[in-house]
């Protein structure tokens, strides 16, 4: 159940009845603080404004109108007109044994929309390096909470799989093979490959030729060109697919949308464009003049489509990619996670898309930017040497921390349980320290930090779900045995209470916003919440109905700690 949105629409209904103008927001917010009950409604000060009246004599008129006697205790009108929500403990007791005995925690279903979400995007013949690891587990945690709401989610890994690069690959396999020398298909080798092919891309004219020849045979469909492609294109997804394994991150290759996929919709689109009135010959490449951008003199900014060699640009793909979306898979919202500085790039694509009626303005196209991941000096995060750091040494490093740390502390644990805690703490952290940020700024990545059992982080959660875990053991009795109703006779009991049922409204931003931080945040406060529970409530010396009622409440904290740490992509431990 989402409270935020039930009481929403009560004082919304109240606020109208009271001679608000039909669709007032009635902004309901959780309080900051205890003393102003569990929730606030703060829209009354803006109607009576428009109304011209006096705020705390319209919050009387809506009070008058508002009935909230099975969910509220009291409710009642604060400072300048602010309504105070303090809910009821015997209704939220009712609603957190609801969501115990759900399977869903209570959290319903939204209407499903085919959703499209567009996220990490690598590139062929390189390694995954930590630059792509924020589109890729920011998107996952965004579609698992988006499947988890009900919706149809297409995963869309947008890799990069056409273009130049390619020609100048397939022209430097050739030139080896010629002069009888192999070409390593391992995935490290071929970086070095890439960099090989790009010098004499760059320094070679002949060279250059002979690439731009072999791009242009690639995209005709020449099969010796397209047999070399696949070669390099498996290659990259095998690799790619141990990093995602090992974040649990829920890519496979069914999701591969490459560049290559939008290629034979390319001159189609051009020639639409050129009809239509959009597209222009200038000076040898075909322009989109867009009078929403203006250059420094204030002319409209032209956004290229072919060039004068006839070859495409990203501006193309990004149009027909948005267009085949729409009409090939159905979406109704569309959510690119890509990094903040494509941002122009993609706002201009989308104004050619939305001119030329590719895409209606009804379906939605967004552009959830991120942030930079920082080394501690504030620079992008390098190597020592300064050089791109590839995601699986990271991981690496996060599993050999992880483990010294594990290690280092006393348990009867195995090497082996001590490997597999140290892996699961490991790829966790990695993973929570980058979601629990705002994506959109940039943030530092600190080693200390992350695998930190205080504050905001993985292993605080884990161990916080752990504990719980640790408390029904101790007990000598299961979550499912347990029996009677939650009763919520102490503050700390209420105020776990509320916290738990505000899961659902936790879930739906995330949703909505594509903001996996709220999650964090949500989670990192009901561990809280629980602690202070736990301190004020003794649960294995209480007795009879109090304990079984504690230990609900425990059961029902563990099942939210697990669900939302899923819905992040992140396992839990029973022991840690």
């Known amino acids: 159940m989402n409270i935020q949105a039930l009481l929403n629409e009560k004082v919304a209904a109240a606020m109208t009845a009271a001679g608000a103008p039909e669709g007032s927001p009635a902004a ?14 703060n829209g009354v000060m803006g109607v009576a404004k428009k109304l011209g009246c006096n705020p ?14 099975e969910m509220a205790e009291k409710v009642e009108i604060a400072g300048p007109g602010f309504i105070n929500i303090f809910l009821n403990d015997a209704w939220l007791a009712k609603q957190a044994d609801m969501a115990l005995t759900d399977s ?17 995007a690598p590139n062929v013949a390189k390694e995954m390096h930590v630059g792509h690891l ?3 587990i920011i998107g996952d945690a965004v579609v698992r909470t988006l499947e ?10 947008h890799l990069g799989d056409w273009g130049t690069q390619f020609g100048m690959l397939i022209a430097n396999m050739v030139r080896k093979e010629q002069d009888g020398a192999d070409v390593s298909m391992n995935i490290s080798d071929l970086e070095g490959f890439y ?3 790009k010098i004499l891309y760059d320094e070679d004219p002949e060279f250059g030729e002979t690439a731009r020849n072999y791009v242009v045979r690639l995209q005709s469909g020449d099969e010796y060109c397209k047999e070399k492609w696949k070669q390099l294109v498996e290659i990259t997804l095998k690799q790619n697919q141990r990093n995602y394994d090992r974040l649990s991150v829920s890519l496979t290759d069914k999701d591969v949308m490459g560049e290559s996929t939008y290629n034979s919709m390319l001159p189609g689109i051009v020639a639409d464009l050129k009809e239509k009135g959009l597209a222009v010959e200038d000076d040898g490449a075909v322009v989109v003049f867009l009078d929403e951008y203006k250059n420094k003199d204030g002319e409209p900014m032209g956004v290229i489509i072919q060039k004068r060699d006839g070859g495409y640009l990203y501006t193309t793909t990004d149009i027909a990619c948005a267009k085949y979306r729409y009409e090939n898979l159905n979406a109704e919202r569309v959510l690119y996670f890509i990094d903040s500085r494509q941002h122009q790039h993609l706002m201009m694509a989308w104004t050619i898309v939305r001119k030329a009626g590719y895409v209606p303005e009804e379906v939605s196209l967004e552009h959830h930017a991120f942030g930079m991941m920082l080394g501690k000096d504030g620079k992008p995060f390098k190597t020592r040497a300064g050089g791109t750091v590839r995601l699986a040494d990271l991981l690496d490093e996060a599993e050999e921390r992880a483990f010294k740390l594990i290690d280092s502390k006393e348990s009867d644990f195995t090497q082996e349980e001590k490997r597999h805690i140290a892996t699961t703490v490991a790829m966790a952290s990695v993973k929570y320290a980058d979601l629990s940020k705002h994506r959109t700024t940039d943030y530092i990545f600190d080693w200390d930090n992350m695998l930190s059992f205080e504050g905001n982080t993985a292993p605080y959660m884990q161990y916080a779900y752990t504990r719980i875990a640790s408390i029904f053991n101790k007990a000598g009795i299961s979550p499912e045995d347990l029996e009677g109703n939650i009763i919520l006779a102490d503050e700390k009991e209420k105020a776990l209470a509320s916290k738990l049922l505000q899961f659902e409204e936790a879930v739906q931003q995330v949703a909505r916003e ?32 109090t304990k079984q009622s504690r230990l ?5 904290t563990a099942r939210t700690i697990k669900q939302g740490l899923d819905l992040l992509g992140i396992n839990t431990l029973d022991r840690m």
Not at 34 to 39: C, M, N, R, V, W
Not at 113 to 120: C, E, H, R
Not at 552 to 556: K, N, Q, S, V
């Open 28 to 41: 309901v917010r959780q309080s900051a603080k205890a003393q102003f009950g569990d929730y606030q409604a």
């Open 56 to 69: 705390r004599e319209f919050a009387q008129k809506v009070l008058d109108n508002l009935d909230l006697s």
């Open 104 to 120: 869903r925690l209570a959290v319903t279903k939204e209407a499903p929309q085919t959703i499209v979400v567009d996220y990490s």
């Open 134 to 136: 924020r589109s890729t």
């Open 148 to 157: 988890f709401l009900g919706h149809n989610v297409i995963r869309a890994n």
């Open 195 to 197: 960099r090989e092919s």
């Open 514 to 545: 594509g903001l996996p931080h709220m999650m964090c945040s949500y989670l990192y406060e009901l561990a809280g919440a629980f602690s202070s529970f736990y301190e004020a409530c003794p649960i294995l010396n209480s007795e009879g109905e």
């Open 552 to 556: 609900r409440l425990a059961a029902l």
